[in-house]
């Protein structure tokens, strides 16, 4: 049912995690896709190797905490595919810190990397979309965001911003028929968290407190953020999908 053909999504931080899972997703689903990564070239190339002969697909090199670079990768894009249908601020990192051991410079970071970029890349994606009378932007957040997290609070911060950040852009773009939501993980097994399902005791915590019993795969999340990109997701907008095994409720 659900056909996003004709479309083109740029989904940042694509090469490993959810940001891969949402590629994958998007590229069955018939979508042109558009990926941004920071260093690993090699794995970019192995992506677009894969599902070069499904659809039309290209990866940009960014730095995350460069204006320009992040501009010119949605004007290349554009460039290159014509438009963007669909942007998904996935692309972020999530850092131990406690409050007063954290530095300003790495508390600047998380902020810069997790909160401003997705503002950037809303910011230069938004005039194609308005354009064209036409957007979907998906927002990967946390539950983090919706309850805090200790020794974390910077990434917290982050994600807490980025849900108002949507609510707000959402009620901005709406009359040129843009939708703005979020997706809110809670664990999920991926290389960013993997340190951490290493500790079989820890694992074990951690699922005793998910109401599912079980932990969310990267794909977990790409099929919600999936549905949002669709057109079985038309009226809403400012929302949150809480994908979370009912841990936050």
């Known amino acids: 049912m659900i056909n996003l053909k004709n479309k083109t999504a740029l989904v940042t931080g694509g090469t490993r995690g959810i940001g891969k899972a949402c590629v994958e997703y998007f590229a069955k689903a ?46 290349d894009a554009i460039n290159d595919f014509g438009k963007i249908d669909i942007l998904v601020n996935n692309a972020g990192i999530w850092k131990h810190g406690k409050l007063d051991e954290m530095t300003l410079e790495q508390w600047k970071e998380t902020i810069d990397v997790n909160l401003t970029a997705a503002f950037l890349f809303t910011k230069f994606v938004s005039p194609f979309m308005k354009k064209n009378k036409f957007g979907r932007i998906i927002n990967i957040t946390s539950t983090a965001g919706q309850r805090g997290e200790p020794e974390y609070s910077h990434y917290a911060a982050s994600k ?20 703005v939501n979020n997706v809110a993980p809670g ?9 951490v399902f290493e500790n079989p005791g820890q694992e074990k915590e951690i699922i005793a407190e998910i109401p599912l019993r079980k932990v969310a795969t990267a794909g977990d999340i790409a099929g919600a953020v999936l549905f949002l990109a669709s057109g079985l997701a038309s009226h809403i907008t400012a929302s949150t999908i809480s994908v979370n095994g009912g841990s936050v409720r």
């Open 187 to 195: 664990w999920v097994k991926t290389d960013m968290t993997s340190h």
């Open 160 to 179: 807490g911003g980025l849900t108002a950040f949507t609510k707000s852009v959402a009620v901005e773009l709406g009359p040129f028929n843009i939708t």
């Open 30 to 75: 018939g979508a042109d896709v558009a990926f941004t990564y920071n260093s690993n070239a090699a794995l970019a190339k192995e992506i677009c190797d894969e599902w070069k002969d499904v659809c039309n697909i290209k990866s940009y090199k960014v730095n995350l905490l460069n204006e320009d670079e992040i501009k010119s990768a949605v004007d």
